[in-house]
């Protein structure tokens, strides 16, 4: 008698123990394999993303106004780039810049790139240039960026026709100067957009050329 109750208390402390071991291992193993669902680990992506603005720009542009920036060549080693409005319109990874003078075209009101393309202005027809230049109008904005050598080929007709898009350095780029800029047609005053470095061997970064330029900023949407 004795021995089967002290069986039966032996069996009922097994079964208390293996119940509370499985019942520790699921809690532990529960608690292990809790991920939040997948709606909710998105919000907090989105919450802790970063909010890039447009063509990398430290601060957005207020309203009515087109986010540029524009890049130099470097030397005769890395083609200019030109982004507008977070489109990247020229650069080296696109394949459509070249030695010389590169310019895109916008439409000044509604941000559309209208044309773009280079002008070796070493070995280059100077006139296909001026052709371009000539066929500018009111409604455009012009980038242009300089890339290795931007003006050997340059000549008087070419730095009035820049002069009037509102350049200040026009007049005097010459051999591989660097030269960033953003105008318009007929403006009334110099415009604010623009940076120039002569070829100076005792201040250029590489050898044989100036350091390259970075041009970036808000532009203001024009209106008709």
């Given at each position: 008698m004795r021995?089967?109750?002290?069986?039966?208390?032996?069996?009922?402390?097994?079964?208390?123990?293996?119940?509370?071991?499985?019942?520790?291992?699921y809690i532990s193993?529960?608690?292990?394999?809790?991920?939040l669902p997948r709606w909710l680990a998105g919000s907090v992506s989105k919450k802790t993303r970063v909010v890039r603005n447009k063509c990398d720009l430290s601060k957005p542009c207020p309203n009515n106004f087109f986010a540029f920036k524009i890049l130099s060549g470097a030397a005769n080693v890395v083609g200019p780039s030109m982004c507008f409005e977070g489109h990247m319109i020229m650069s080296p990874v696109k394949d459509n810049v070249g030695r010389g003078l590169n310019i895109a075209l916008v439409n000044g009101s509604t941000g559309t790139v209208l044309r773009q393309s280079f002008f070796d202005m070493y070995s280059g027809d100077p006139m296909l240039l001026v052709k371009f230049l000539k066929e500018i109008t009111e409604d455009m904005l012009v980038l242009v960026a300089s890339y290795d050598d931007p003006g050997t080929k340059m000549n008087d007709e070419l730095r009035a026709l820049f002069s009037n898009l509102g350049s200040s350095y026009a007049k005097q780029l010459g051999f591989r100067d660097s030269w960033v800029f953003l105008g318009a047609k007929d403006?009334?005053?110099?415009?604010?957009?623009?940076?120039?470095?002569?070829?100076?061997?005792?201040?250029?970064?590489?050898?044989?050329?100036?350091?390259?330029?970075?041009?970036?900023?808000?532009v203001p949407r024009k209106t008709f």
């Open positions: 021995m089967s109750v002290l069986l039966r208390l032996l069996a009922l402390i097994f079964v208390l123990i293996t119940s509370w071991v499985i019942v520790r291992s193993f529960s608690w292990k394999t809790i991920r403006i009334k005053s110099n415009s604010p957009f623009e940076q120039f470095l002569k070829n100076d061997p005792n201040t250029n970064k590489y050898e044989g050329w100036p350091e390259l330029l970075e041009l970036e900023g808000c």
